[in-house]
């Protein structure tokens, strides 16, 4: 490998977020994956194809849009950024894309990928149909049950989907098992990672591709309002659509960067996903991060009622933008995202998925600390067809 | 200045069980505390009572990404059982009042971050362990460990595979002692019925020239075929796990498999007349 992919100086503990903990069979492909990345990302011919893509395939870019009921009920100029709107029903297909022309570039014959909320299977799914590669999705048995529409839509596209038995049977242990199948077969796959998480150089790469989404939101708000949002909130699984839209605010000091985990049934009850929140630097799937952890250091399950948010880990950049106090990272309860989801649909006519809803409620509550013309920007990071049984059926038995 | 006085290894452990027993070493996985802290210990009595001339230890892990289904299995049994890693200590203790064969453990990074590492290797060093191989760190992290385990008079092991490049076997050369951990197929743990042959014979050909530790050739050993083909490529030892694993509890299974992946055992030799140690 070219460089370890360390986010900040060492831990107190010696070592630095991120990294490339994995065994050393895997450390060829990664080399190779590396090797492609460092090559690519600045090539113009790549860059070209890539947004031509993103353009006239996926979309892009997507709009902003302020809505005009929360606005009033919020007390402040409430912003979506509509990667809802983009081709594939979510933001996984920057990523997808991007990776999906690097593997064809590195003469790799077949893809596969992790899946917790189906998003970015079916976002690798459509992206094995367009470039005509095979593609086996590995995702939890719990997780197939629970996002059942994109099954089908995987399946649709071609996708071969397997059912992840083990563990907790969702992201996590689909990630543990594709990372065993690549293990086998990384002479001709390419392992298209879902989230900013994993060994090097997935964050990196994974940011790289998803950073279009701040990208543009930052010019867009400049202008139509000439000005930078106050906030920017977004949900925090592995948290790639956080970074992707946190990435261009960066080094814009007065713009706080809110992260909003899953508390799940409430943090108190321990049944919750925030890895941030309650978590300690460990190692889990290749990298170095805050993750939810016993004391001797075994995995414990996160919880979530949304199948993209439950998973024990976070990606390294945003541990790295914890520890450094450049985010903050918040938490938002099953039943205070379902409460979202419904206000935002009635309310604006826009059904979110599970995932931004979790980022829409923690928005209702930074709100009260902005005034009437501030920007409150959210990552709308998916749209929420794929959850309407689900919540249906949580209404059929909960209070919201 | 801080200066470390580092326990030089005055001799391998494992070279000398190679060269009393003048015959290729078989070397049985276990995970400790599977499938509870009783039977574990007494697992890993019948395994040195069938033949194990060197032990390869596991400590179950929550997220094992370079296992197969039957270790992930095996390190659900013990976890659910309660099995924590001060148990698995206690075990290593015990086992280590019964025996002077070498004893490997086989982990992954995250026990050895969350105990503190200084912490853990001087528990090994405690109850007599003499290598440990961080299954999920690469050479690429190999110093944030290295100086530690040898410090402790711990025997720093990797993996090394076909995929293996010559400059890394160099650099993992230079790093490792004990042995170095030969990976036979490309793959995570199980029972396979892959042929070793061939490949195994160039991969083996391969390191040989960067390292004089003991090669032992472990991931999917599970037929006398497989062990014969290791031996003749010129593996100083067999690492039988998923295996012996795949019979738990049953005692008498497992001294059956024990006894029969022995390599130069009976069956074996009249199998074949190939010299046994290059």
């Known amino acids: 490998m070219k460089t370890l992919g360390q986010f900040g100086p060492p831990t107190s503990s010696g070592q630095a977020f991120g990294g490339c903990y994995v065994s050393e069979l895997l450390i060829p492909v990664l080399s190779e994956v590396e090797a492609a990345f460092l090559q690519y990302k600045d090539d113009p011919v790549f860059q070209k194809e890539l947004h031509d893509l993103l353009r006239d395939f996926a979309g892009r870019p997507t709009p902003i849009t302020e809505l005009p009921t929360l606005s009033k009920e919020f007390g402040c100029r409430v912003v979506l950024k509509r990667e809802d709107l983009l081709h594939g029903g979510a933001h996984k297909t920057n990523n997808v894309i991007g990776q999906a022309l690097l593997a064809k570039r590195m003469g790799k014959a077949e893809l596969i990928a992790e899946t917790g909320a189906g998003q970015h299977g079916v976002a690798t799914a459509m992206a094995g149909a367009l470039f005509n590669l095979p593609v086996k999705i590995f995702m939890g048995a719990k997780d197939i049950e629970r996002q059942h529409p994109n099954v089908q839509r995987m399946k649709l596209f071609g996708a071969e989907v397997i059912s992840v038995n083990s563990g907790s049977q969702s992201l996590k242990d689909a990630i543990n098992d594709a990372l065993r199948y690549w293990t086998a077969h990384s002479k001709d796959t390419y392992y298209v990672f879902g989230t900013v998480a994993g060994p090097h150089p997935f964050p990196s790469l994974v940011a790289y591709f998803q950073r279009v989404i701040g990208d543009e939101a930052r010019v867009q708000c400049l202008e139509r309002y000439g000005r930078l949002p106050h906030t920017v909130c977004a949900c925090v699984g592995g948290g790639s659509n956080a970074i992707g839209i946190f990435k261009a605010f960066l080094d814009d000091a007065e713009v706080q960067l809110v992260g909003v985990e899953p508390a799940g049934e409430g943090i108190e009850t321990g049944k919750h996903g925030a890895a941030l929140g309650m978590g300690r630097p460990g190692s889990l799937h290749g990298s170095y991060s805050y993750c939810l952890q016993d004391e001797d250091g075994q995995i414990q399950e996160a919880h979530s009622i949304s199948a993209g948010l439950d998973y024990p880990g976070v990606g390294p950049e945003h541990s790295f933008l914890k520890d450094r106090q450049r985010a903050q990272y918040v938490s938002i309860t099953d039943q205070e995202a379902v409460a979202a989801f419904l206000l935002l649909t009635r309310k604006e006519g826009i059904i979110p998925a599970l995932e931004p809803s979790h980022a829409i409620a923690a928005a209702q509550k930074i709100a009260s600390s902005l005034k009437k013309e501030d920007i409150l920007l959210i990552n709308l990071s998916g749209r929420g067809d794929k959850d309407i049984d689900h919540v249906l059926r949580y209404l059929q038995n909960h209070a919201v | ?278």
């Open chain 2, 1 to 278: 200045m801080f200066f470390v006085t580092y326990k030089t290894m005055l001799s391998n452990p494992y070279a000398e069980a190679l060269k009393k027993k003048g015959n290729a070493l078989f070397i049985p996985f276990a995970v400790l505390g599977d499938p509870n802290k009783d039977e574990s210990l007494q697992i890993i009595r019948t395994l040195i009572e069938n033949g194990a001339d060197a032990l390869e230890l596991g400590f179950p892990f929550s997220d094992p990404p370079a296992d197969g289904p039957i270790i992930q299995a095996a390190d659900v049994r013990a976890l659910h059982s309660g099995i924590k890693i001060d148990d698995c200590f206690d075990i290593l203790e015990e086992v280590r009042s019964d025996t002077d064969i070498p004893i490997g453990l086989l982990v992954y990074y995250n026990l050895v971050l969350q105990r503190g590492t200084e912490k853990f290797y001087e528990d090994c060093a405690r109850v007599g362990v003499n290598s440990v191989l961080i299954a999920d760190l690469p050479l690429e992290h190999a110093q944030e460990v290295v100086p530690l385990a040898r410090k402790h008079g711990i025997a720093p092991v990797f993996l090394v595979s076909e995929l293996t490049t010559k400059e890394r076997l160099q650099q993992i050369g230079k790093l490792a002692d004990g042995y170095l951990y030969v990976v036979s197929y490309l793959g995570v743990t199980g029972v396979t019925n892959a042929i070793l042959g061939e490949n195994i014979h160039t991969v083996i050909q391969r390191i040989r020239p960067h390292t004089s530790l003991p090669l032992f050739v472990g991931f999917g050993i599970n037929t006398v075929e497989q062990v014969q083909a290791a031996v003749d490529a010129g593996a100083d030892g067999v690492i039988v796990g998923s295996r012996i694993v795949q019979e738990f509890p049953s005692m008498q299974m497992i001294a059956n498999v024990c006894r029969e992946l022995q390599p130069g055992s009976k069956k074996n030799m009249e199998s074949s007349s190939a010299p046994l140690l290059s």
